[in-house]
């Protein structure tokens, strides 16, 4: 059975009503002193005590994916097979060879998410569950791809579309950028409305190796995260997807780590995205209890570190041409401070402007808030349309 499956979930809860009744209806026979009635008292409590905590941490995950699968649960990686490397150009149809850099994949949670499109993909656009393969990484990435109904139309055909590369924060999934921060739907409704142009958003979570949270950085000797972001997922896309080939049409948005990562893949790699949104980000990369050693030991260590701290790179390196909007809070964000010294910090050509809340949390409501107003951002950042014949 399935980590995030409903019969998982059901067998689970089962067994903790199941546990709990035995040890109400047995507890009289464990009223002794001797040692088996101690031992019978002691075995009960803990079997019902595992059985209880067992299906809460499952219906836990089952809601904010945090693991997809056994197989992340358990610290093992899904690799993309070697022969990725003789992977060649080409547009992919969805539901291609299994050769293809995008492959389809599994719900992955897709199903429990509320509001998606539900009509004919030409009038409510679609939501395709996916997994993404890294040919120089060797890894695959679960993800969601939100095409707009224009995708779909005839009139469009002959055009390429910009794509938003939405990251969540660690250590959930894509699944939380579809169901709490509800990227899809609020696109959706910006683009009916006429107020954002039609886009491509792919949602991945910002780890290619879980549960270690490998925050968009290449770790010496270890998962190629940055590689992953900067290289394989844009080749990826833009062999399957009639998307637009060239950083004008593509943008990054993220929100807590994942908008760490954002700021830190426009500002290293402009020249595959133009723009970026981070709400609520770091503007530095440190190593932690989650992410181990990042960037290894001695001088270069210090000096890879050094090069993913945002403020030093804005002083002491030339700004990048890109525009990046970021979002805090004055009361309840505890990047505040951080931000307002980063936007002090950027000079031409690199472009910044802010969102800054009253009153604000770490929180999903946070962020819900301030999406709508970034997407819009976003929209007047990234070039539309594209001829398909544009390279």
Same mark, same amino acid.
């Given at each position: 059975?399935?980590?995030?499956?409903?019969?998982?979930?059901?067998?689970?809860?089962?067994?903790?009503?199941?546990?709990?009744?035995?040890?109400?209806?047995?507890?009289?026979?464990?009223?002794?002193?001797?040692?088996?009635?101690?031992?019978?008292?002691?075995?009960?409590?803990?079997?019902?005590?595992?059985?209880?905590?067992?299906?809460?941490?499952?219906?836990?995950?089952?809601?904010?994916?945090?693991?997809?699968?056994?197989?992340?649960?358990?610290?093992?990686?899904?690799?993309?097979?070697?022969?990725?490397?003789?992977?060649?150009?080409?547009?992919?149809?969805?539901?291609?060879?299994?050769?293809?850099?995008?492959?389809? *994949? #599994? $719900?992955?949670?897709?199903?429990? %998410?509320?509001?998606?499109? !539900?009509?004919?993909? +030409?009038?409510?656009? &679609?939501?395709?569950?996916?997994?993404?393969?890294?040919?120089?990484?060797?890894?695959?990435?679960?993800?969601?791809?939100?095409?707009?109904?224009?995708?779909?139309?005839?009139?469009?055909?002959?055009?390429?579309?910009?794509?938003?590369?939405?990251?969540?924060?660690?250590?959930?999934?894509?699944?939380?950028?579809?169901?709490?921060?509800?990227?899809?739907?609020?696109?959706?409704?910006?683009?009916?409305?006429?107020?954002?142009?039609?886009?491509?958003?792919?949602?991945?979570?910002?780890?290619? *190796? #879980? $549960?270690?949270?490998?925050?968009? %950085?290449?770790?010496?000797? !270890?998962?190629?995260? +940055?590689?992953?972001? &900067?290289?394989?997922?844009?080749?990826?896309?833009?062999?399957?997807?009639?998307?637009?080939?060239?950083?004008?049409?593509?943008?990054?948005?993220?929100?807590?780590?994942?908008?760490?990562?954002?700021?830190?893949?426009?500002?290293?790699?402009?020249?595959?995205?133009?723009?970026?949104?981070?709400?609520?980000?770091?503007?530095?990369?440190?190593?932690?209890?989650?992410?181990?050693?990042?960037?290894?030991?001695?001088?270069?260590?210090?000096?890879?570190?050094?090069?993913?701290?945002?403020?030093?790179?804005?002083?002491?390196?030339?700004?990048?041409?890109?525009?990046?909007?970021?979002?805090?809070?004055?009361?309840?964000?505890?990047?505040?401070?951080?931000?307002?010294?980063?936007?002090?910090?950027?000079?031409?050509?690199?472009?910044?402007?802010?969102?800054?809340?009253?009153?604000?949390?770490?929180?999903?409501?946070?962020?819900?808030?301030?999406?709508?107003?970034?997407?819009?951002?976003?929209?007047?950042?990234?070039?539309?349309?594209?001829?398909?014949?544009?390279?």
């Amino acid at each position: 059975m399935g980590l995030t499956g409903r019969p998982l979930e059901c067998v689970l809860m089962a067994a903790a009503v199941v546990c709990f009744a035995l040890t109400a209806w047995l507890w009289p026979r464990f009223a002794g002193r001797g040692v088996r009635a101690w031992l019978g008292r002691l075995g009960s409590l803990a079997v019902t005590q595992c059985a209880l905590v067992a299906a809460l941490a499952l219906a836990v995950n089952a809601h904010f994916q945090f693991y997809g699968s056994w197989d992340e649960l358990l610290g093992g990686g899904d690799e993309a097979p070697a022969a990725l490397s003789d992977v060649h150009g080409g547009e992919t149809a969805p539901g291609g060879p299994a050769g293809a850099l995008v492959q389809p *994949a #599994p $719900p992955q949670g897709l199903d429990r %998410v509320h509001g998606l499109p !539900g009509g004919p993909p +030409e009038r409510t656009g &679609a939501v395709e569950s996916v997994r993404i393969l890294g040919r120089r990484s060797q890894v695959a990435n679960p993800a969601y791809v939100f095409l707009p109904p224009q995708y779909f139309q005839r009139p469009y055909a002959r055009q390429r579309f910009p794509v938003i590369v939405a990251i969540s924060g660690y250590p959930g999934g894509s699944f939380l950028l579809a169901q709490h921060l509800r990227v899809p739907q609020t696109a959706g409704d910006l683009i009916r409305r006429g107020t954002a142009q039609p886009a491509v958003i792919v949602m991945v979570r910002p780890t290619i *190796a #879980p $549960p270690r949270d490998t925050q968009c %950085v290449d770790v010496p000797g !270890g998962p190629r995260a +940055e590689t992953y972001f &900067a290289e394989d997922l844009p080749e990826a896309l833009s062999h399957h997807y009639r998307i637009g080939h060239d950083s004008s049409a593509w943008g990054v948005l993220g929100y807590s780590s994942g908008g760490t990562c954002a700021l830190q893949l426009a500002m290293r790699h402009p020249r595959v995205y133009s723009a970026a949104v981070a709400l609520s980000p770091d503007y530095r990369v440190v190593n932690d209890p989650t992410t181990g050693d990042l960037f290894g030991g001695g001088p270069a260590g210090r000096r890879r570190m050094r090069e993913h701290d945002l403020l030093w790179r804005l002083r002491h390196l030339p700004g990048p041409e890109v525009s990046v909007l970021v979002a805090s809070s004055r009361k309840g964000e505890p990047d505040y401070g951080a931000t307002r010294s980063f936007l002090a910090a950027v000079r031409p050509p690199m472009r910044a402007q802010s969102i800054i809340l009253g009153r604000g949390s770490h929180n999903f409501r946070t962020w819900r808030r301030e999406l709508p107003t970034a997407l819009r951002w976003m929209s007047g950042q990234l070039t539309f349309p594209q001829d398909v014949a544009r390279r």
